[in-house]
C-alpha cells in the first residue's frame, strides 16, 4: 500500500511540476495560433497552425514588414493575423494600390516595396496616424478586414510574431513570413 501511496504523490509532483512551468510558458512567452480565414493568402492559408511568440516584442520594437498577431481593435477578444506596414506618427498613403509611407526621415515618402503582396486591390487610401498607432494590413489586400477599415492598432494591442509554422507539414519552418530584417 505504501508503494502505491508513493507512486500517486509522485505523480502529483511531477504534475504539479509540469503546470507550474507550462502555464506561465503558454501566458506569458508562447502560443499557438490557428489561421482563420484568407486575409494572409498566400502566405499563410486558412487552418495554417502557428506557434507564436508573445515575449520579444514586449523588449523590441516592431519591424514594418512583420508579421504580427494583434487584438482587433473593436473587440480586443478577438486576434487577427496582419503585416505591419505603419508606424507612430507617419502618413500612410494608397495610390493605385501602391502603398507609400511618409515620416520625418522621407518627408517626399518612399514606396513600400511589398514582394508578398499577389492579391492586389486598386485603391486610394490615406491615414495619419497617432504617437501609440499602427496600421496594419493583410497580404491578401482585395480581401483583407485590416486598418483601411477600421483604424490604427494601439501598442498595446500588437501581442506576438510567428515564430513556427507547424501546419500544413509541407510548409513547416521557422519565422513563416518574416521579413530578411527580422
Known amino acids: 500500500m505504501e508503494k502505491n501511496n508513493n507512486q500517486v504523490w509522485e505523480f502529483i509532483r511531477y504534475a504539479l511540476l509540469a503546470l507550474?512551468?507550462?502555464i506561465p510558458?503558454?501566458?506569458f512567452i508562447a502560443q499557438p495560433y490557428v489561421v482563420s480565414g484568407s486575409s494572409m493568402d498566400p502566405t499563410f492559408k486558412n487552418a495554417d497552425y502557428l506557434i507564436v511568440d508573445q515575449l520579444s516584442l514586449r523588449f523590441k520594437k516592431p519591424?514594418?514588414?512583420s508579421v504580427v498577431i494583434i487584438r482587433?481593435?473593436?473587440?480586443?477578444?478577438k486576434f487577427f493575423i496582419k503585416r505591419l506596414i505603419g508606424f507612430p506618427e507617419e502618413t500612410?498613403?494608397?495610390k493605385n494600390g501602391l502603398v507609400w509611407i511618409y515620416n520625418k526621415e522621407n518627408k517626399n515618402g518612399f514606396e513600400l516595396n511589398e514582394p508578398y503582396v499577389f492579391y492586389k486591390k486598386n485603391e486610394d487610401f490615406s491615414a495619419k496616424l497617432g504617437p501609440d498607432e499602427?496600421?496594419?494590413m493583410g497580404d491578401n489586400r482585395a480581401a483583407s478586414y485590416d486598418s483601411r477599415m477600421w483604424g490604427s492598432v494601439p501598442r498595446k494591442y500588437i501581442i506576438g510574431r510567428p515564430i513556427i509554422r507547424l501546419l500544413p507539414l509541407n510548409k513547416i519552418g521557422i519565422l513563416p513570413g518574416q521579413s530578411?530584417?527580422?
Open 20 to 22: 507550474l512551468i507550462v
Open 25 to 27: 510558458f503558454r501566458i
Open 63 to 65: 519591424k514594418r514588414d
Open 72 to 77: 482587433y481593435p473593436r473587440n480586443p477578444s
Open 92 to 94: 500612410i498613403k494608397i
Open 134 to 136: 499602427y496600421f496594419v
Open 180 to 182: 530578411k530584417t527580422d
